[in-house]
C-alpha cells in the first residue's frame, strides 16, 4: 500500500509535513535501537491518520466498530485521534500487526511498559524536525544516546505542559512515565 499518496490526499499541508518527519525519524530510531523499520514506518504514517476527523464523526467510528474506550479518552478529542487511528488502520487498511497497532494506539499518551516500536513512535512524533518546542533540542540529541531518558525528559515536559494547562492527565500518560523510571537504570 502506498502510505504516502493516501496521506498525501488525506492531511493538511502541515500535517502532512508532520508525518513524513515522523516516518523519517521513526525509521532513523528504529535503526539505532533494532525495531523493524517497515513497521515504524508504517506505525508513522497512520499515527495521526484520524487527526482531521470531526469529534462527532470520531465517535460514531468508535460505536460502529465496537471499540471499547475509556470515558478519559472518550471526552478528549486530543486524545481520541490516536486510537481512533488505529482502528482505521486495523478495519480499513487491513493492518493486524499489534506492534504497528499499539504504536499507534499509544503514540499520544505512551502507556505502562511500552513496547520498543510504540517508544520509538512516541518520540518520533515529538522530536521530529519541523517540531519547535522548548527543550527539543535537548531531546532530539538524547533520543539517540538513552532512549529511555529522552521518554521521561519527554513525558515530564508533558506533564508540565498539561498542568499549567490544568488540563486532565490521562492515567496511561502517568502510568507510562512511572513505569520507565520505576525500571530504569
Ligand atoms: O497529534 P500530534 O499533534 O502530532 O501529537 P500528539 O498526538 O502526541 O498529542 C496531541 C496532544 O495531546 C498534545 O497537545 C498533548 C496532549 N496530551 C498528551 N497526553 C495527554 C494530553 N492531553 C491530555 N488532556 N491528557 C493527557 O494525558
Ligand atoms: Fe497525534
Ligand atoms: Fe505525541
Ligand atoms: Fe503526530
Known amino acids: 500500500m502506498n502510505y504516502d499518496e493516501i496521506i498525501k490526499n488525506t492531511l493538511d499541508e502541515k500535517r502532512y509535513l508532520h508525518t513524513k518527519g515522523v516516518v523519517n525519524t521513526a525509521i532513523q530510531l528504529a535503526d539505532k535501537y533494532g525495531a523493524d523499520k517497515e513497521k515504524a514506518s508504517i506505525a508513522a504514517y497512520l499515527h495521526d491518520y484520524a487527526k482531521p476527523?470531526?469529534?462527532?464523526?470520531?465517535?460514531?467510528?468508535?460505536?460502529?466498530?465496537?471499540?471499547?474506550?475509556?470515558?478519559?479518552?472518550?471526552?478528549?478529542?486530543?486524545?481520541?485521534?490516536a486510537p481512533l487511528g488505529m482502528i482505521i488502520a486495523k478495519y480499513e487498511f487491513g493492518i493486524s500487526d499489534e506492534e504497528i497497532l499499539d504504536a499507534i494506539r499509544y503514540h499520544t499518551t505512551?502507556?505502562?511498559n511500552m513496547p520498543l516500536l510504540t517508544k520509538i513512535i512516541y518520540l518520533a512524533d515529538l522530536i521530529e524536525p519541523s517540531r519547535n518546542f522548548d527543550g527539543v533540542d535537548k531531546i532530539r540529541e538524547l533520543a539517540f544516546k538513552d532512549l529511555d531518558q529522552a521518554l521521561i525528559v519527554s513525558m515530564n515536559n508533558t506533564i508540565?505542559?498539561?498542568?499549567?494547562?490544568?488540563?486532565?492527565i490521562h492515567s496511561d500518560t502517568y502510568k507510562a512515565r512511572n513505569y520507565i523510571?520505576?525500571?530504569w537504570n
Open 160 to 168: 508540565v505542559y498539561l498542568i499549567q494547562k490544568n488540563s486532565v
Open 53 to 81: 476527523l470531526k469529534y462527532d464523526e470520531s465517535l460514531m467510528l468508535i460505536d460502529k466498530f465496537g471499540i471499547i474506550l475509556d470515558e478519559e479518552t472518550l471526552e478528549n478529542k486530543e486524545l481520541l485521534h
Open 110 to 112: 505512551g502507556k505502562e
Open 181 to 183: 523510571i520505576r525500571n
